[in-house]
């Protein structure tokens, strides 16, 4: 005999493109919330971008919120900087993290990695959803791996910029850069030199992510800052562009 809450996750299946699916029933216990506000989104752009980091950030900040939340590494263009050292301290945090163990890949280095099952049926999962992507076109074609995510309609895509990078320092590059990635929903200034990033520098990126975004159509999102310089009291850039605060965690995931 069916129970009352397979009853209502049937009923969300079978209408799954209607506001019908609005509603389900967590925990058996009777009380029904509302998930058309459900978070899924995909973080790209070139080596050394700052994608992971800020995929990473996005994650805490929605787990932080009370969320339920899956992030993903799916960074399996030679993944030099991996979720991998660091999932454990994630899992702590109560994000559910897909991605190897260190101990799982073994030699592998910067070979490349293969796909875990889990990974590519991720997006059934109900609650929010984070894809760290790798790096470039051949990152982006990573979506092919995924199942549902060509007509996935609640999937954002946003490129990390770093203006700072070779490849994509001027708007011209950066250009050329995004529009080779495919579908691209929003842009994301993250402009750094490492440690020796001061405000001159990620406000010369925001300038240049505001010509690009122009150019494109396409939206910046925010500015991503190093959390060591807050204090200064900076809420938006000079363009205007929110800025968001980040956490560096991924120092500690080499490898």
Do not use: C
């Not at 609650?127 to 199942?147: M, P, Q, S």
């Amino acid at each position: 005999m069916f129970r009352t809450s397979n009853i209502l996750k049937l009923f969300a299946i079978l209408f799954n493109n209607s506001s019908y699916k609005n509603y389900f029933l967590e925990n058996n216990n009777f009380e029904v919330r509302k998930i058309e506000d459900r978070i899924i989104e995909a973080y790209i752009g070139e080596y050394a971008s700052g994608k992971s980091e800020n995929a990473v950030n996005r994650a805490v900040e929605l787990r932080e919120q009370g969320r339920k939340v899956t992030l993903v590494d799916l960074d399996l263009v030679e993944p030099f900087y991996t979720l991998r050292p660091i999932k454990k301290q994630l899992e702590e945090l109560g994000i559910d993290v897909v991605a190897w163990e260190t101990r799982e890949t073994m030699g592998l280095g910067e070979a490349g990695s293969i796909i875990k099952p889990a990974m590519k049926w991720v997006l059934r999962r109900e609650h929010d959803i984070i894809l760290d992507i790798g790096y470039g076109v051949e990152g982006a074609k990573t979506f092919n791996l995924i199942e549902g995510a060509a007509e996935n309609k609640d999937l954002k895509i946003f490129a990390i910029v770093n203006t700072s990078r070779p490849l994509t320092a001027s708007v011209e590059d950066i250009v050329e850069y995004i529009r080779g990635l495919g579908k691209v929903d929003g842009l994301i200034n993250n402009t750094h030199l490492g440690d020796e990033t001061d405000w001159e520098v990620i406000e010369e990126g925001a300038k240049i992510a505001s010509e690009v975004s122009k150019e494109l159509g396409i939206p910046v999102i925010y500015t991503a800052a190093d959390e060591k310089l807050k204090d200064i009291g900076i809420t938006t850039d000079k363009q205007g562009f929110p800025v968001k605060y980040i956490h560096r965690y991924m120092p500690l995931s080499f490898w």
